[in-house]
C-alpha cells in the first residue's frame, strides 16, 4: 500500500479558496488512480473528485463540479485539490485516497490519509 499524508485544510469564509494537499510514500504513486473524499458529521464518506493514473481523466461529483479541481504531480508522489468558492455546506473531513484499480466504492480504496478538517463559515 501506499501510505498518504493530507495537509491545507483549515478555516475559511464562504467564497474562499483552499488548496489541500496529499504526499504519497512507499510505493509506486503512478500504479494508483487517486481521489479526495469528504465526509460530515453523520453522514456518508463521499468522493469529491478523482483523477486517472496519469492524470488524463478526472471525474467530479455534481456538488463541486466547475469550483474543485484534482490534479497530480507524479514527480513527486503528490494528489491536489484546488477548491473555489466554497460554501458552508463543503464543511467536513477530507481524505486522500488511493486505489489500484480506479474505483471508487470504498471496498476498492486500498490507501486512506488520516483526514485534514476543511470548515467553511457562512
Known amino acids: 500500500q501506499v501510505q498518504l499524508v493530507e495537509s491545507g485544510g483549515g478555516l475559511v469564509q464562504a467564497g474562499g479558496s483552499l488548496r489541500l494537499s496529499c504526499a504519497a510514500s512507499?510505493?509506486?504513486?503512478?500504479?494508483?488512480?487517486m481521489a479526495w473524499f469528504r465526509q460530515a458529521p453523520g453522514k456518508e464518506r463521499d468522493v469529491v473528485a478523482a483523477i486517472s493514473w496519469t492524470g488524463g481523466s478526472m471525474y467530479y461529483a455534481d456538488s463541486v463540479k466547475g469550483r474543485f479541481t484534482i490534479s497530480r504531480d507524479n514527480a513527486k508522489s503528490t494528489v491536489y485539490l484546488q477548491m473555489n468558492s466554497l460554501r458552508p455546506e463543503d464543511t467536513a473531513v477530507y481524505y486522500c485516497?488511493?486505489?489500484?484499480?480506479?474505483?471508487?466504492?470504498?471496498?476498492?480504496?486500498?490507501?486512506w490519509g488520516q483526514g485534514t478538517q476543511v470548515t467553511v463559515s457562512s
Open positions: 485516497a488511493g486505489s489500484r484499480s480506479g474505483l471508487w466504492d470504498l471496498s476498492y480504496v486500498t490507501s
Open positions: 512507499g510505493r509506486t504513486f503512478s500504479n494508483y488512480a
